[in-house]
């Protein structure tokens, strides 16, 4: 099993920066193909983006935030990370960690096993 924890999210004004956190325990996550979703009230949640094992040398970006946003990871430390700039209020969600997808996969939140509780992102107008 896999528990994920997500932090850093909170109030920003849009044009804002925040960075995302989701630090993974129980097993390590190095083979793990990881994303981040989102989820605005009354909306289906979404894919942000996605990250390959082990190194992360292929992403995947949902076309709302290319070029805003960045997806990393940091297997030593368990950890995956969002980095988002230029937050507009229509970014406004929880943020939920995943992993365990399938690449060929990415954009389905049915493909991953295991998921955070999220982390609320208000970006104000």
């Known amino acids: 099993q896999v528990q994920l924890v997500e932090s850093g999210g909170g109030l920003v004004q849009a044009g804002g920066s925040l960075r995302l956190s989701c630090v993974a325990s129980g097993r390590t996550i190095s083979r793990y193909t990881m994303a981040w979703f989102r989820q605005a009230p009354g909306k289906e949640r979404d894919v942000v983006a996605a990250?390959?094992?082990?190194?992360?040398?292929?992403?995947y970006y949902t076309d709302s935030v290319k070029g805003r946003f960045t997806i990393s990871r940091d297997n030593a430390k368990n950890t995956v990370y969002l980095q988002m700039n230029s937050l507009k209020p229509e970014d406004t969600a929880v943020y939920y960690c995943?992993?365990?997808?399938?690449?060929?996969?990415?954009?389905?939140?049915?493909?991953?096993?295991?998921w955070g509780q999220g982390t609320q992102v208000t970006v104000s107008s």
């Open positions: 990250i390959s094992w082990p190194g992360g040398t292929t992403t």
């Open positions: 995943a992993a365990d997808g399938r690449l060929t996969d990415w954009s389905r939140a049915n493909y991953y096993n295991y």
